[in-house]
């Protein structure tokens, strides 16, 4: 199973942009990356998926190398309510046994 | 909107007892989870099922044990509670195709005194 490795915690300021870096050297080729966002008290939540290249939605974007070997979460012009750990996640396929895995998350701290 | 519902928000037990954590997802979705978050520890594993009636240890799964009858329920039971068992229980229910995400229930912050 790929294993990911991701900051502990980053801090930075109202309408910033922020960057988190996630490395998965091992990931497999049917693997996508899954990033999911957790405020206190509450279970994670989807917020971005991507294969390859350049994942855009509503609330952040997603930046994938062509060596998929890491990927990197771009929220843009933070707010205070972006404060939350995110995780970086490479899905399982059915055949590693979909054993979804969540590494320690890294912790945003966006300041006024 | 509701897809994965655990029983309980917060729950006070005695050491000793024996306790159920209950969660019901409506998705039809073959794979469920149970972890648990403690400070600085980030979600670990404890038990997951990609079936009904089967079921894989996680992480760490020991003092723990789980039951899936029904495809939409996974039970996560503390045959005898401890106080190192005081956490946030959250459970995830996900379809299987890689390209799905996870859904998490609200979480259940569980007591042990």
């Known amino acids: 199973l790929a294993k990911t490795t991701q900051p502990i915690s980053m801090d930075s300021y109202e309408g910033q942009e922020v960057n988190i870096t996630c490395s998965h050297n091992?990931?497999?080729?049917?693997?996508?990356i899954t990033w999911y966002q957790q405020f206190p008290s509450q279970g994670p939540r989807f917020i971005i998926q991507g294969y390859k290249t350049k994942v855009t939605n509503e609330v952040a974007s997603l930046f994938i190398p062509a060596d998929r070997k890491s990927s990197t979460l771009s929220l843009p012009r933070v707010s205070l309510s972006d404060t939350a750990v995110y995780y970086c996640?490479?899905?399982?396929?059915?055949?590693?046994?979909?054993?979804?895995?969540f590494g320690g998350g890294t912790r945003v701290l966006v300041k006024p | 909107d509701v897809k994965v519902t655990q029983s309980s928000r917060y729950l006070v037990k005695r050491t000793g007892e024996k306790v159920f954590l209950e969660c019901v997802q409506d998705?039809?979705?073959?794979?469920m989870f149970w972890y648990r978050q403690d400070p600085g520890l980030g979600l670990r594993l404890i038990y997951f099922?990609?079936?009904?009636?089967?079921?894989e240890k996680g992480d760490i799964p020991e003092g723990y044990s789980v039951s899936r009858e029904k495809k939409e329920r996974f039970s996560l039971i503390l045959e005898s509670a401890s106080t190192n068992q005081t956490s946030m229980y959250l459970c995830a229910s996900f379809g299987g195709d890689e390209r799905t995400e996870a859904f998490f229930g609200q979480g259940t912050r569980l007591t042990v005194v």
């Open positions: 996640l490479v899905d399982p396929s059915e055949a590693a046994g979909n054993k979804l895995t």
């Open positions: 998705m039809d979705h073959e794979n």
């Open positions: 091992n990931i497999a080729t049917n693997d996508y």
């Open positions: 099922s990609y079936d009904v009636k089967m079921k």
